[in-house]
């Protein structure tokens, strides 16, 4: 390695870049902006899949046993649906125990000593591994000897799925549109320091540079931009979630949700944002430079 | 070292630069090129440095074809010569040192190299003492010798120089030629396009002359003006 030769390049960045240091400014500034922007959503977006997969993995399927079923029937049932690979348990409650919860959640409620005979049915409860298969899992369990009737939250693991898809579709589009913002408000900064040095490019392409070499600052110039900016977002994202965090867990502690689950993975959402960001000042400023080349 | 066959340049606005140049210049030669404005002499180098694409025709410049030049071994061909302008082109947030540095820098060359050739170049057109003042700090004169050391800090075979005086009083304007003299007879092949009479006419040599972007005529030991020495312009 020729240390003259990196010196020289890494001067060449650094002069650029303080040169014109109130456009770098603004260009970090805005990067910024669109990256909280962007990280904001991400981080949303993430949150909800995560509770949303919550709340659909707490379904289950409820299987009731016919009130003539013999013995031999419920274990087949039982043996039948833990065969399945998509079912990740399977409980059963008898009758008895049927009716002991019930009482204990009408307790203070309702007064359940007035019920004195036992309606309900034996019932199996089945967790699956995927909500997806609940509504598949429910048919093939209607499907075997001893089985009266099966219950599942039909419409709500539907729904819950369908939003977990809108959401997916939706981000994908604001994400373009965010990274196409910050990129084009790059490229405009970046065309602004080529011009302030369109003379030394123009020296530079006479004395027999190569169009890569010339390229080089600049593109480091954008990258610089580009991490700079969603550093910066990631500092202010950080300071956001630390006092928003805790006044919405505790703002919605009446739900039951495990929300240490529901929190979001910074360091791989951080890392995302600043590959984002360096990758969108590289390739903007490569554009950008390009269209002075081209001479 | 140069070769034109037929060449032509006609401007996108339907001007036409060059028509059916053609021209030899052997490896070693100084040649001026003489001619009114607008007669084509920039243009002529300007598709030797292969700043323009001409519009027809054959160039040969120290073996390279460059009518046939791909765009990315443009640089490769400005590596083969130096050009100078009127304008000098210094960059004037840098020093002399680093001006000339400078074009060794972005080829890529080796900081050794760097600092070997440097100090020769400018010593080669007398700024040695200079190096380290910037180009605002130069009278005229030195800023060309500064050009001139960065065009040859590559060791270039042929060096092209568009009005490199244009700027330049009689006095100054006679140094710089004797410095291109010197480069000369160190074996580069040298092509001057000039306005500059006195000059052509007291150093006597080949002059090519032309007119509307024609070579009109082409002389061994030429004049300014065809046929005629400054003596007899004085005295006719």
Not at chain 1, 106 to 113: C, I, P, T, Y
Not at chain 1, 138 to 154: K, M, T, W
Not at chain 1, 189 to 204: H, K, N, S, Y
Request: glycine share 8%.
């Amino acid at each position: 390695m020729d240390w003259g030769k990196t010196k020289f390049f890494l001067g060449e960045v650094f002069r650029n870049f303080t040169r014109n240091a109130a456009m770098q400014a603004t260009a970090i500034g805005t990067v910024a902006v669109t990256i909280v922007l962007l990280g904001a959503f991400l981080f949303v977006r993430s949150m909800l899949a995560g509770i949303g997969t919550q709340v659909v993995s707490q379904f289950e399927v409820a299987v009731y046993v016919a009130p003539d079923a013999t013995q031999k029937q419920i274990d087949a049932i039982q043996t039948s649906m833990r065969a399945d690979p998509r079912v990740q348990s399977v409980t059963f409650v008898s009758k008895k125990d049927g009716l002991a919860a019930l009482r204990a959640q009408l307790k203070g409620v309702v007064d359940a000593s007035i019920v004195t005979s036992n309606p309900l049915p034996d019932k199996i409860r089945i967790k699956v591994k995927d909500p997806t298969t609940v509504p598949a899992v429910a048919a093939s369990a209607r499907r075997l000897a001893g089985v009266q009737n099966v219950v599942f939250a039909q419409t709500l693991v539907k729904q819950m799925l369908q939003i977990g898809s809108v959401l997916r579709a939706v981000g994908i589009g604001v994400i373009v549109v965010f990274v196409l913002v910050a990129g084009i408000i790059i490229s405009n900064t970046i065309r602004l320091t080529v011009f302030a040095r369109r003379r030394e490019i123009a020296i530079m392409q006479l004395v027999g540079a190569t169009n890569t070499y010339i390229r080089m600052p600049f593109i480091c110039e954008g990258l610089l931009d580009g991490l700079l900016g969603s550093a910066l977002a990631l500092a202010i994202l950080a300071i956001a979630k630390g006092a928003l965090w805790p006044r919405l867990v505790s703002g919605l502690s009446a739900v039951s949700l495990d929300w240490k689950a529901a929190n979001v993975d910074g360091t791989a959402l951080a890392l995302e944002l600043l590959l984002v960001g360096a990758l969108v000042g590289a390739i903007a400023s490569w554009i950008s430079v390009g269209r002075y080349l081209r001479t | 070292m140069i070769s034109l066959r037929n060449v032509a340049l006609a401007y996108p606005n339907g001007t036409r630069a060059l028509d059916n140049v053609s021209l030899e210049i052997g490896k070693g030669e100084f040649v001026f090129l003489v001619g009114h404005s607008g007669t084509g002499k920039t243009s002529l180098l300007r598709i030797l440095y292969r700043e323009i694409a001409a519009s027809g025709g054959e160039i040969t410049v120290d073996g390279i074809r460059v009518d046939r030049l791909r765009r990315s071994r443009v640089p490769a061909l400005r590596r083969h010569l130096g050009v100078v302008f009127q304008d000098f082109k210094l960059l004037s947030d840098k020093t002399v040192w680093e001006n000339v540095a400078f074009a060794m820098q972005v080829t890529g060359a080796h900081t050794r190299d760097i600092t070997r050739q440097v100090p020769r170049a400018l010593d080669l057109v007398g700024l040695g003492h200079k190096a380290r003042m910037y180009p605002g700090e130069l009278s005229g004169g030195e800023q060309q010798r500064a050009a001139i050391a960065r065009a040859l800090v590559n060791n270039p075979k042929l060096l092209l120089c568009d009005e490199p005086t244009g700027n330049l009083d009689p006095t100054t304007t006679t140094e710089i030629m004797e410095l291109l003299l010197r480069i000369n007879l160190k074996g580069t092949t040298i092509v001057v396009a000039t306005h500059n009479q006195a000059v052509v006419d007291r150093m006597r040599r080949r002059v090519v002359r032309m007119e509307d972007g024609r070579v009109v005529t082409d002389e061994e030991r030429g004049y300014y003006y065809l046929g005629l020495g400054q003596d007899q312009i004085l005295s006719g």
